[in-house]
T-cell receptor
Framework: KAGVTQTPRYLIKTRGQQVTLSCSPISGHRSVSWYQQTPGQGLQFLFEYFSETQRNKGNFPGRFSGRQFSNSRSEMNVSTLELGDSALYLC??????????????FGEGSRLTVL | QKEVEQDPGPLSVPEGAIVSLNCTYSNSAFQYFMWYRQYSRKGPELLMYTYSSGNKEDGRFTAQVDKSSKYISLFIRDSQPSDSATYLCAMTDSNDYKLSFGAGTTVTVRA
């Protein structure tokens, strides 16, 4: 069974640009969550999608957005990049119908560097 | 103050030692408690999952939850160099089901 796949694995952008990250969940998983991981703040919840609907959102500015497609694949977008957006962005999928009550399967992440 | 506090370490122990990790939290609505392990350049993977208070054992790993003290622990017995990783506690708020992670503790087991 294939795991969670995230693309691209590494990318470098400059301030003001935008970026789109992609996540393919484990087959059959309908819940996809996104997290930002930095050395200073640790893992912070961005948002969670279930069957194409955003069910939950963390405390991030509106520059961070996401969506989920009918095949459960998800994308997140960050517009007007800032230096502080440099981080590892992790996607996780789950078969749990209720967020946070089941095992999360994480991808290896997309490492974004903003110059 | 963060909702979940975890000492980032680093923690270095000799092979065979018992590793003790813990997290404290402030939100009394946390009901689901998890420990994830993250190897360098990898995503986290679930180690232990506990609902509400109590102990849970799985092989060399034991998770404890004390809701009265808002304190959770993970013990690793007979530690191995392959246990060298960052260990993250996580917990879910039963009101909004958001998952909150600790900062992670980096553990090195010396051969």
């Amino acid at each position: 069974k294939a795991g969670v796949t995230q693309t691209p694995r590494y990318l470098i952008k400059t301030r003001g640009q935008q970026v789109t990250l992609s996540c393919s969940p484990i087959s059959g998983h309908r819940s996809v969550s996104w997290y930002q991981q930095t050395p200073g703040q640790g893992l912070q919840f961005l948002f969670e999608y279930f069957s194409e609907t955003q069910r939950n959102k963390g405390n991030f500015p509106g520059r961070f957005s996401g969506r989920q497609f009918s095949n459960s694949r998800s994308e997140m977008n960050v517009s007007t990049l800032e230096l502080g957006d440099s981080a590892l962005y992790l996607c996780a999928s789950s078969s749990a119908r209720i967020q946070g009550t089941g095992e999360l399967f994480f991808g290896e992440g997309s490492r974004l560097t903003v110059l | 103050q963060k909702e979940v506090e975890q000492d980032p370490g680093p923690l270095s122990v000799p092979e065979g030692a018992i590793v003790s990790l813990n997290c404290t939290y402030s939100n009394s609505a946390f009901q689901y408690f998890m420990w994830y392990r993250q190897y360098s350049r990898k995503g986290p993977e679930l180690l232990m999952y506990t609902y509400s208070s109590g102990n849970k054992e799985d092989g060399r790993f034991t998770a404890q939850v004390d809701k009265s003290s808002k304190y959770i622990s993970l013990f690793i017995r007979d530690s191995q160099p392959s246990d060298s990783a960052t260990y993250l506690c996580a917990m879910t708020d039963s009101n909004d089901y958001k998952l909150s992670f600790g900062a992670g503790t980096t553990v090195t087991v010396r051969a």
